[in-house]
């Protein structure tokens, strides 16, 4: 078993900055390519980033492209988005998932366990 916790969210204006943070515990740290996933209300969950095991190799949607930014620090078995110049359709419940595996995949289903979510909204 893997336990994820997020933290970091919050409301903040379309424009500026929050920093999200996932911390992970259970198994080994490297043994898991992570990832973040977001869900609107009356929308599907989709992909925002991926990050794999060693942070070699990174994916990001289209829509976050230039202005987010995931990172691992695995001696601290934790994982981060960094988002910038947010807008309003950025608002969300953001969540951390692990993949066991060592690729950074964007599918939701290949992902194994996953977190409670922290709530991002973006004021306009």
């Known amino acids: 078993q893997v336990q994820l916790v997020e933290s970091g969210g919050g409301l903040v204006q379309a424009g500026g900055s929050l920093r999200l943070s996932c911390a992970a515990s259970g198994r080994t740290f490297t043994d898991y390519a992570m990832g973040w996933f977001r869900q609107a209300p009356g929308k599907e969950r989709e992909v925002v980033a991926a990050?794999?095991?060693?942070?070699?190799?990174?994916y990001y949607a289209d829509s976050v492209k230039g202005r987010f930014t995931i990172s691992r620090d695995n001696a601290k078995n934790t994982v981060y988005l960094q988002m910038n110049s947010l807008k309003p359709e950025d608002t969300a419940i953001y969540y951390c998932?692990?993949?066991?595996?060592?690729?950074?995949?964007?599918?939701?289903?290949?992902?194994?366990?996953w977190g409670q979510g922290t709530q991002v909204t973006v004021s306009s």
């Open positions: 998932a692990a993949r066991r595996g060592f690729t950074a995949v964007a599918r939701g289903y290949e992902y194994d366990y």
């Open positions: 990050i794999n095991w060693n942070a070699g190799s990174t």
